[in-house]
C-alpha cells in the first residue's frame, strides 16, 4: 500500500506539471496581452507594465519563472487588481467555492444514494418510474437552465427565497439545489443499478438464509457493495461540481472563486488564471487521489491486487 | 427416528411477463433426524425452487408457494410471515449454495460472515461468538482459524470457501441443512473431500441433509434416500438401494443408463433423447410421455397413479397399474 501511495502520489506532482505547461502554452499561444484594451496608455507605458510583470521576457524565462511560482504556491500579483496578489483571491474566494462544492456534493451523495437505494427495493414500482424520471430530468437539465427557472419561479414569481448572494443559510439553497440535481440524478441511477444487482447476489441470499433483517442486508451487505461504482466516479462527479461552481457563482453573484477565474480569463489576467487553473487542478488531483484510496479501503480485493501489481 | 419435515403437495409457481411457471407441482417427501435425503434431476426440474420453499426465500413475487404444506417439527411454515421465518432461517433450518466463489461477501471478513447469525440469533457476547466461529472453522477442517477470521474471502481457495460456508449454515446448531449442488462447482478432488466433511459433521450433529444434485455419483456416495425429480413432480422415491437396484421409473432408469460404469465396462451409454416439457403448460398426463420408450395412450392423457414398491418406494408411472398390466399381457 505504501508503494502503491507513493507512486500515485509522484503520478499527482507529474499530472499537475503537466496541466501547467498545457495552461502556459495555451496562453501564450493565444495572440494579445492584459494590456492591448487599454488604448489610453502610450507605448512606452505599455513596455513598461511589461516589464513590471515579465512579459518582456522570453517564453522560456517566463515558464521558469512560473513554475517556480507554482513550486513555492506564491502566484505573484494580480495584472488587472494592483492592489491583490492571486493568493489574495483565492483565499478569499476559493473558501466561498468550496462551501457552495462540498455543500452540493453532499446533498447529491446523500440524496442520490437514497433516491438509488429506494427505487432498487422499489424495483419497478411506482416510487421507482418517480425516483428514476426525477434522475433523468436531473441529467438533462444543464445546471445554468435550472438555476434561472428556480430564480424565475421560486424568487421571482413565488418569491419565498432570495434571488442571489450567498449572505445565509437562505440564500445557499436555491444555488445548492441548482448544482447538485445534476450529480444528485448520476448518483442515484448508478446506485439503482448497482443496487439491483448486487440484491441478486448469492451473498445476499445467504444473508437471508441466515435470518438476518431486511435492514441489516441492505445496509452491511448490500450497501458497502453497490456504493462501490459510486465511489468511482465520485472523482468525475467532483471535476463537474467543481467547474459547475463557476457557472453558478457567475448566476447567484456568489463572490467565490468563479467569478474572479471567469473575469481573469476575460481581463487576459495571467497569473490570476494560471493560479487558478493550477490550484483547482491540484486540488482535484488530490481529491482523485483520496477517492482511490478510498476505495482501496471499502475493497479488500484492491489493496491486495495492487499491492501485487506493483 | 424423530420425523423432522413433512412436505404435502408443495406447489409453487413464478408469475411472469410470459405466464406462469409451474416449477414445483406437487411436491410430498418427509425427512427424518440424522437423515440424508438427495433429490436428483435434470436442469430446470424445480429442485432449487423446491429447496429455497422450504425456507421461505423464493423471491416473492413474482415467486408463490400457491398451494401446499411444510411442516418443520410439526409446526406449519407456509402461513408464517417473514419476520417469523426470520427465526427460523439459519437457527432451525440452513441453507448451503452451489457456488462458494459468490455466496461470500467479498467486502466482509469471515470472522463477521461466521458470527453475524450467531450475534442475531442468541443472546451472546463478541467473545462467546469469536470462541464459538473458531470451533467451527476447526470442525470444518480450516487451518489456523484465529488468523483466518481477520480475512477475506477472496484469500480462500474454492474449497476453502465452501467449508467456511457449511461452517457459517451449521453455527447455530440447525436440525435441518439444505444443500443446493454444494459441491458442483468444485474439482473432484475437492469435491470428495466436501462430501466427507458432510458425513462426519451428519456423524457429530445428527443433523438432517436435503441435498441437491444432478451427480448420481455424488448420491450414491452420501445418500440415504433418493428423490428424483421431473417437471416439478418427484417422479419415483425410495431408499438409495432400491433406486439404484430397482428403478421404476423410465426416467430413473434412463439417468442411471447415461452415468458411466466401472463394473460395466464397454457398454454404451445412453443420454436420454428430447428436453423435459415446458412448464408454463405442463402436460395434463405424464410429463415423460414425449421422450419415453414405453409411452402409451393412457401416458399422454392421464398422470399415473402412484405404485408403491416398498414402504419407502414409490414410482409414477403407468406401466405398474394393474389394468395396464392385465391389458399388456392379454
Ligand atoms: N425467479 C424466478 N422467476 C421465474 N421463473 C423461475 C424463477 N426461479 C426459478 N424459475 C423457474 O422454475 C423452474 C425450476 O427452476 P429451479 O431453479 O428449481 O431448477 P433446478 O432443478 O434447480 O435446476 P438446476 O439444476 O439448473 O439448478 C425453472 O423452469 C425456472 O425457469
Ligand atoms: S407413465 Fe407412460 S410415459 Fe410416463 S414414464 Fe410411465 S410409461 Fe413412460
Ligand atoms: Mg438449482
Redesign the interface.
Known sequence: MLKYTIKRFLLMIMTIWIIATLTFVLMNAIPGSPFNEERTSNEAVQANLEAHFNLDQSPLVQYAGYLKSIATFDYGPSIKKPNDSVNDLLSRGFPISAELGIISVTVALLSGVVLGVIAALRHNGIIDYLAMTIAVLGISIPNFVLATLLIQQLSVNAGVLPVATWSSPMHMILPTIALATGPMAIIARLTRSSMLEVLT???I?????????PM?IIV??AL??ALMPVVTIMGTILAGVLTGTFVIEKIFAIPGMGQYFVESINQRDYPVIMGTTVFYSAFLVVILFIVDITYGF????VK?HKEEGN | MEKILEVNDLHVSFLTYGGEVKAVRGVSFDLHKGETLAIVGESGCGKSVTASSLMKLIPTPPGKISQGSIKFKDRELVNLSDKQMRKIRGVDISMIFQDPMTALNPTLTIGTQLTEGLKQHRNISNKEAKIKALEMLDLVGIPYPEERLKQYPHQFSGGMRQRIVIAIALICEPDLLIADEPTTALDVTIQAQILELFERIQQETNVAIILITHDLGVVAKVADRIAVMYAGKIIESGTKHELFYEPLHPYTQGLLNSIPRLDKKGEKLEPIDGTPPDLFSPPQGCPFTARCPHAMVACEKVYPPRYQASEEHYGECWLYDERVKKYQSS
Open positions: 447476489q448469492d451473498y441470499k445467504m444473508a437471508r438464509a441466515k435470518g438476518l433483517s441489516t452491511k451487505h458497502k457493495n471499502l475493497d479488500p480485493r491486495i
